[in-house]
């Protein structure tokens, strides 16, 4: 019997790449015999009963099996697993990182190597900080140049690089009550890194990615992509980053440290696989799909 499954996804984006992803998921889906559905999230508005028995209102249609969840909206995320839906990821692994601080705090203790991380103090004001007295403690700790991010953000886009205090109060500016943070800049992985897409605790593909005009590796930044082979230390790192994020598959981008050690950078819950695709030759949404479908017959 043909399993059905839902791909939540956003309802408000429709770009080339991400119709891109969507379409390769369903197909993958198909091959292994899942009708994967796409639904978006305003098809699956998070109505909240206020009286009778039920605390949430019905899953509207048929109910899927599990749900492939390609979306950061993580209010629905929690609603449809309090319906007693499987989801991949779950809720709680794509807040912690989409928000990159909580990325950090959740990894601290792990003995995943870092760079030095100071995550800015909440301001409420629309304007953001009235005073900056606090930035000659992140200075003590971090020097220049020194890498500004924040919390929220893809592609590169909301990363800095401060040279010097004027430069990190521009930034600040600009980012205003945005929460960010603050972090030592590997200057030996300036322009480089490597991306690992993770199904379950195993590598699927890699890529390293270069970039000679910008500190950002980013391929949206102009950077350039190659196949690579991750060496013991960094495929042991991005396992470990799965397991205690309680990911199911994700993109793992990893610096190079100055004594050749690794240095985690980010966690990306829904990573898109269409450059490491067309890098590698390596489908991910295959593996993606197979992985679910083995989680929900276990």
Request: a negative charge; glycine letters at 8%.
């Amino acid at each position: 019997m043909e399993t059905y499954a839902w791909l939540v996804v956003n309802g408000f984006i429709h770009s080339e790449k991400f119709m891109e992803i969507f379409a390769c998921l369903v197909q993958a889906a198909a091959r292994r015999g899942c009708r994967l559905e796409i639904k978006t999230n305003t098809q699956l508005l998070p109505v909240l009963a206020v009286t009778g028995s039920r605390d949430y209102a019905d899953i509207p249609g048929r109910r899927p099996e599990f749900v492939l969840f390609w979306d950061k909206d993580v209010r629905l995320a929690r609603l449809l697993e309090k319906r007693g839906l499987r989801l991949f990821n779950c809720a709680e692994s794509i807040e912690i990182c989409d928000d990159k601080a909580r990325t950090c705090l959740e990894l601290s203790g792990s003995g995943i190597r870092m760079p030095k991380t100071v995550i800015a103090p909440m301001t409420f004001q629309p304007d953001g900080y009235p005073q900056l007295d606090f930035l000659e403690a992140v200075e003590k700790q971090l020097g220049y140049p020194m890498v500004v991010k924040e919390c929220y953000g893809s592609f590169g886009q909301q990363v800095h690089l401060a040279a010097g205090r004027e430069e990190l109060k521009m930034y600040l500016a600009d980012i205003k009550n945005r929460p960010c943070l603050f972090q030592e800049f590997a200057a030996f992985s300036r322009g480089r890194d490597i991306r690992i897409q993770m199904v379950g605790n195993q590598a699927a593909a890699a890529m390293q990615r270069r970039n000679a005009h910008d500190f950002r590796a980013n391929i949206t930044n102009g950077g350039s992509m190659e196949p690579y082979e991750p060496d013991e230390k960094q495929l042991a790192m991005a396992a470990k980053a799965m397991q205690v994020l309680g990911l199911d598959f994700a993109g793992v981008d990893i610096l190079f440290g100055e004594d050749g050690e690794p240095l985690l950078c980010e966690v990306n819950s829904n990573a898109h696989f269409v450059n490491i695709r067309n890098c590698t030759g390596v489908d991910v949404s295959d593996a993606i799909t197979g992985y679910c479908l083995k989680e929900m017959r276990r």
